[in-house]
């Protein structure tokens, strides 16, 4: 049975790509066959964790939406970058979003037909035959955010400890419940190391009434990576990396 997750904040800049491809890898690398769709159209970046360039991009979700190929053409086999450290059937494939500035500009005069994306990540599931799709979303609400919580089996709403973050999160919570999305995590990121992370914890999970997956420390070796890599990867004794795995973990049961 396939699992759907959706990777979601309010506000840009919360970490919410990098938390998406750390986790993919993270999954896949129990053996799970793993899609990431970066349907952050207006401002696509998760193929730079996996070492895309435009250069290398044929296809992407764009030409999908615009019916110029079939979705799982968009499809890469990034499954590379595991550097053998997968159990036996790991996967990963990517479909990004196009970096073409006219295909952007395109998005936000036009727009496009929604449906057709609940189509192709249909379409991904059982060409790809996945275990697990993510769906590294566009920040704020707006109807593509709101297909993709719909169709979610686990929702994953990333925030700073941020007051403008706590109170867009409250909203996004509260559609996601009338949508009645059937699983919610939350994860605080960015927490500086003086805090008290038990005390974070139980005032998030207090204000929303949903379980905190994890609060991740701002780290400095994720800063100095500057996501020109998959952290959990290139860093897989870190502490960060095994919060990363407990995460992971929650999203296996």
Known sequence: ???????????????KSNTTANLAATVA???KRVGIVDTDIQSPGIHVLFGFDESHMNLALNDYLWGRCSVEEAAYDVSHVLHETGAAGSAIYLIPSSLKAGEIARVLREGYDVGLL???????????NLDFLFIDTHPGLNEETLLSITISDVLLLIMRPDRQ??????????????????????????????????????????????????????TEEMIQLGSSDIFSLRFPDHP????????????LD
């Open 1 to 15: 049975m396939v699992k759907v997750v959706s990777v979601h904040s309010f506000r840009g800049g919360t970490g």
């Open 165 to 218: 973050d706590f109170q867009g999160t409250a909203v996004t919570v509260d559609i996601a419940r009338r949508l009645e999305v059937p699983k919610m995590l939350l994860m605080v990121n960015k927490a500086l190391s003086s805090f008290d992370f038990a005390a974070l914890k139980s005032e998030v999970e207090a204000t929303y009434g949903v379980p905190v997956a994890s609060i991740l420390p701002l």
């Open 118 to 128: 609940n189509d192709g990540f249909q379409g991904l599931i059982q060409q790809l």
């Open 240 to 251: 960060l990396t095994q919060i990363y795995a407990h995460i992971a973990n929650l999203l």
């Open 29 to 31: 690398r129990h053996g």
